[in-house]
């Protein structure tokens, strides 16, 4: 990341300009909120814009467009333990218990 | 016995062991705030019903603006520091707290008046997975807190006797702040709009 002063000068004009965007995208969330649409559509939505958001805080904000690679390495590690995470819910479409699956005796 | 690595980067990982040390945590935190979002989505997965707009949406969006603003003056508060401007970085960290303090004056007046109804915790799923995610967050927003509070007092001091560790720890506290929002941005559209 950049440690030079008239370097950060330069980029606080950057930080101003996402600090913006970010809350227009705001705006546009709550708008798209209020718009009826189906409910798989309103949550694509949602998470698209919440992940633009989220990218420009972490890549300007957080300076991870610049950073060493270990800390890209640690991040890779917890994106993919993230996900297993996230879709481990998925595992109990197989539950048989909470399905109703007779117990055999 | 000075601690080895707070200024100077180690010529293994090209990084300070503070800054390492920061991401690590962070990276911890992804997990902790990712294990509560997976038991949302199996909450709502298997809900029969789900409440819409069953939150205050105006307060909610006026503490996402709050948030994100204060990411940007702890940028600048960093930024500032970087550049020598003293006065401006107190500044900039001053507003930050100031920030950070009205939305957890927002989220008490979210939480009273659900509590004042009797819609506690245990009052539905929706509820129970609102105030577990919301107090967790709300608990690293009075973590940030305390952490800028003693950069603006005691903490100070460190500026004098050397100002590039003091640099390096407003960066610190700048990454867990910007995580802290990034998390939010998150928990708005997924608790008050979806």
């Known amino acids: 990341m950049h440690s030079d002063p008239a370097e950060i ?34 949550i694509t939505v949602a998470l698209i814009i919440a992940t ?21 390495g640690a ?5 993919l333990f993230f996900i297993v995470l996230i879709f481990i819910p998925l595992f109990t479409v197989q539950d048989g218990i909470s399905v109703g699956i007779p117990w055999s005796h | 016995m000075n601690i080895p690595y707070t200024v100077e980067e180690r010529p293994d990982t090209g990084l300070t062991n503070g800054k390492l ?10 997990m902790l705030f990712g294990a509560l979002f997976s038991t949302y989505i199996l909450l709502r997965v298997g809900a029969i019903e789900w409440p819409h707009h069953e939150l205050n949406v105006p307060l909610g969006a006026i503490n996402t603006v709050l948030l994100i603003s204060s990411s940007v003056t702890m940028v600048m508060a960093w930024a500032t520091l970087k550049m020598n401007q003293w006065g401006k970085h107190r500044l900039y960290l001053l507003v930050t707290v100031i920030l950070a303090v009205v939305f957890l ?11 004042a109804k009797g819609e506690g915790p245990w009052h539905n799923t929706f509820l129970a997975i609102y105030f577990t995610m919301t107090g967790l967050h709300g608990l690293h927003i009075i973590g940030g807190v305390i952490v800028m509070l003693y950069f603006l007092g005691p903490g100070a001091k460190l ?11 407003i960066e610190y506290t700048g990454l867990y702040w910007h995580f802290v929002d990034l998390v939010w941005i998150f928990l708005f559209p997924v608790l008050y709009l979806l």
Do not use: C, D
């Open chain 1, 75 to 79: 991040l890779l590690l917890t994106v």
């Open chain 2, 105 to 115: 004056v927002n989220k008490y007046f979210e939480y009273a008046e659900h509590l």
């Open chain 2, 159 to 169: 500026w004098k006797s050397n100002p590039e560790q003091f640099a390096n720890r």
């Open chain 2, 21 to 30: 040390g920061i991401w690590l945590f962070l990276a911890s935190e992804v």
């Open chain 1, 52 to 72: 633009m958001k989220g990218s420009m805080v972490a890549s300007v904000f957080m300076h991870l467009n610049h950073e060493r690679q270990w800390i890209y």
């Open chain 1, 9 to 42: 000068q330069k980029n606080v004009r950057k930080y101003m300009m996402i600090g913006a965007s970010l809350l227009v995208f705001t705006v546009i969330t709550v708008a798209a909120s209020y718009l009826n649409l189906a409910v798989p559509a309103a």
